[in-house]
C-alpha cells in the first residue's frame, strides 16, 4: 500500500504565499507522474499543475505563472510553490501519484487533502 501525506495549506492573505508539500510512501518501486488537484465548495475537483518522473511540467491556464511544481525523486515528494494567491484559490488541494509498485503494478492514489483558505 502507498500514502500520500499532504502538508503546508492553511490560511494567507491575497497576495500571500504558501508551500504545499506531499510525501509518498509505503510499497514504492518508483513514481511516474505526480501532481495537485484542488476542489473548491460546489465545484468539481481540477487539475491545478502535474510533473513527470523526468521533470516536465504543465499548469492550468488559471495558474498563470503564479505556481511552480517540483519534485524530490529521492524523497518522494512534490512541492506546490504558490504565490500571489487569490481569493479564487481557496481550495482543499490534493496530491496524486502514479506509483510502480515491487510487482510492477501501476496504481493511482490520492492524498487526503490540505486546506488553502485565502482572505483577508
Known amino acids: 500500500q502507498v500514502q500520500l501525506v499532504e502538508s503546508g495549506g492553511g490560511l494567507v492573505q491575497p497576495g500571500g504565499s504558501l508551500r504545499l508539500s506531499c510525501a509518498a510512501s509505503g510499497s514504492i518501486r518508483s513514481i511516474n507522474n505526480m501532481g495537485w488537484y484542488r476542489q473548491a465548495p460546489g465545484k468539481q475537483r481540477e487539475l491545478v499543475s502535474l510533473?513527470?518522473?523526468?521533470?516536465?511540467?504543465n499548469y492550468a491556464d488559471f495558474v498563470e505563472g503564479r505556481f511552480t511544481i517540483s519534485r524530490d525523486n529521492a524523497k518522494n515528494t512534490v512541492y506546490l510553490q504558490m504565490n500571489i494567491l487569490r481569493v479564487e484559490d481557496t481550495a482543499v488541494y490534493y496530491c496524486?501519484?502514479?506509483?510502480?509498485?515491487?510487482?510492477?503494478?501501476?496504481?493511482?492514489?490520492w492524498g487526503q487533502g490540505t486546506q488553502v483558505t485565502v482572505s483577508s
Open positions: 510533473i513527470s518522473s523526468a521533470g516536465s511540467t
Open positions: 496524486n501519484a502514479d506509483v510502480w509498485n515491487f510487482s510492477w503494478n501501476l496504481r493511482n492514489y
